[in-house]
DNA sequence: CTAACATATGATCATCTGTTCATATGTTAT
DNA sequence: ATAACATATGAACAGATGATCATATGTTAG
């Protein structure tokens, strides 16, 4: 592979510094799985999925008509928010009810509106 | 338009509690503008950045030579979080330095680590 | 079993994204 | 003014993403 470290003739911040900032990181794996958590809540559809679930679970058929999108594009986000863990399902006949997953969505989508609000 | 409408032949939840959920969604706008914030979050490049960041300002050119990125993909990435206003900068001469813009970030990113750390 | 409904899934396609490369801009020292 | 360094930016291209369409799977009623 090639070659990409770029170093400033001279350091602009204390050896020890880097050093530590090297240490303190996270694995680079999770790193890689917190941006693709973020990633999950990067997509307007999925945002409001989750906001709809805020008030109680609902059927992929009702979470269709509700945010007017088709039942096909809304089963598609569904399963990417299942696979990120934030949302989950029951079925009951015909129907399949998601809900939240845990109260860490809550929080998470709290933080990015108090940033956006502020 | 194509009618996208789909309604479930018989609604599943209460009709009072779906209009319910629809009075308490934010505006459209807003929830487009946390799914564009959250999409900055999810790049693990942007993401490195960001912890760097958590434990001091940092010149580009610095930051560049920790994560072994090209300081152009670098500056790129810089100017997306500092249009997210996640990040500021101060220019030193030749150098500019990097730092956090609130702690709405670690607070973002630290309800992230605990969801993948569960 | 069959029809009808609810949901899931695979393929396709247009669009978006992140990196690279080349180059421009800004700053300092000589 | 000029050279050298630090950063920014625009074009281009490969890879990822999200909606649609067609269809498959699962479930219940008759």
């Given at each position: 592979m090639n070659e990409k470290v770029e170093r400033c003739l001279?350091?602009?911040?204390?050896p020890e510094l880097l050093a530590h900032v090297k240490l303190d990181m996270p694995d680079v794996e999770d790193l890689y799985d917190l941006a693709e958590l973020f990633k999950v809540f990067g997509d307007s559809t999925r945002i409001r999925i989750l906001y709809v679930l805020f008030e109680s679970e609902m059927c992929v058929c009702d979470i269709a008509a509700l945010l007017n999108v088709s039942q096909s594009a809304i089963s598609h986000q569904l399963r990417v928010l299942k696979q990120a863990r934030l949302v989950r399902n029951r079925r009951d006949g015909k129907t399949v009810y998601y809900f939240l997953a845990d109260d860490h969505v809550r929080a998470i989508i709290g933080q990015g509106m108090d940033h956006i609000k502020e």
């Open positions: 001279e350091q602009h911040v204390h």
